[in-house]
């Protein structure tokens, strides 16, 4: 019982202190203005009240998706983004 409160406590000391001397904050990750993005999946669609509603099919809107992106950041609050993508359903949907 005794060594295991000492394990415990040694343990515990270790975290700490490996905590409070690797902890140090590196911004160099914040300084990039560049950032590149791409973006492949799948869309899927649940069932729900609102597709019910309008009789839409949610297997019918289901389909592979894709988008890429470039951001450029212009001051420390605002950047622009330029994005491609595509996306589409099998059929048409009449009501919405």
């Known amino acids: ?33 560049n950032a590149l993005s791409i973006k492949l999946g799948g869309i899927f669609f649940q069932e729900s009240d609102f597709t019910d509603y309008w009789k839409i099919d949610a297997q019918n809107l289901s389909n592979f998706a894709w988008e890429f992106a470039y951001e450029r950041k212009i001051s420390s609050h605002i950047g622009i983004e330029f994005t491609l993508g595509s996306y589409s359903s099998d059929e048409a949907s009449k009501n919405t």
């Open 1 to 33: 019982m005794f060594l295991r409160k000492v394990l415990f406590l040694t343990l515990g000391l270790l975290f700490t202190v490996s905590n409070a001397l690797y902890a140090v904050e590196n911004d160099r990750h914040l300084r990039k203005k």
